[in-house]
């Protein structure tokens, strides 16, 4: 299912939508980091019930802006991420999502979504 | 100063800029690793402006939602992030930001503001 579940009608736990501070958009941010080492992955976007959907299947399941779709990672490429822990931020707009990542976690076959984005320190003159 | 600075303000590289996926604030989001332990510690937003300034002072520098302003991460508290390395993801919304955090990066003293917010796996019961 695809269609967006608005914050009223998502399963999630009350006490848990009640910390989220959600964007113009209804989303929070959320790091997703391999719990193996602790490398950062990528980021994700989630509104109530993807992040419902995240706690409740063990599966990271994203709110796409692009697609404007709930999303499991790895559904058609097969790169799941099996959450093994989340996590909140003092203020409500970011979770920590830790993952046993199958294979890759970028579309573009890296490891990671930051592996080839080096913008600081400069390279070689 | 605390004005906002637009884009074509910025004396962002326009190269970089270029790879900016902005929100509608105009905001991409920062995640902040340790440098030495690759522990997340925050989650920051940046303009172009923000990250201009991160980019060439060295210090860590957020546009705050809450209060309309740049900050500088520990401007006042002395908690100050000096900056390794920053990414960019495949995508150019998020930015993965390495510094040598200086004391805790919470507000509330907590080493990460991701410290005290377990949502998953459930307590004992």
């Known amino acids: 299912m695809t269609r967006r579940v608005s ?7 009350p006490t848990v ?11 929070v941010a959320a790091v ?11 980021l994700g976007w989630m509104d109530d019930e993807a992040l419902h959907r995240t ?3 063990g599966l990271a399941t994203y ?7 709930y ?8 790169y799941r991420q099996r959450v093994r822990e ?8 970011a979770l920590l999502v830790s993952v046993d990542q199958v294979g ?3 579309h573009t076959g890296a490891y990671s979504c930051f592996d080839s984005g080096l913008l600081m320190p400069a390279g070689p003159e």
């Open 71 to 78: 999303w499991v990672k790895g559904e058609t490429s097969g």
């Open 63 to 69: 709110w796409s802006r692009s697609r404007e779709a």
């Open 55 to 57: 706690l409740t299947t």
């Open 104 to 106: 890759h976690a970028c």
């Open 32 to 42: 997703i980091r391999d719990n193996h080492t602790g490398e950062v992955l990528m």
């Open 7 to 13: 914050p009223t009608q998502s399963g999630l736990d």
């Open 86 to 93: 989340v996590r909140i931020d003092c203020d409500g707009d």
């Open 17 to 27: 939508a009640a910390r989220l501070k959600r964007d113009d958009q209804g989303l």
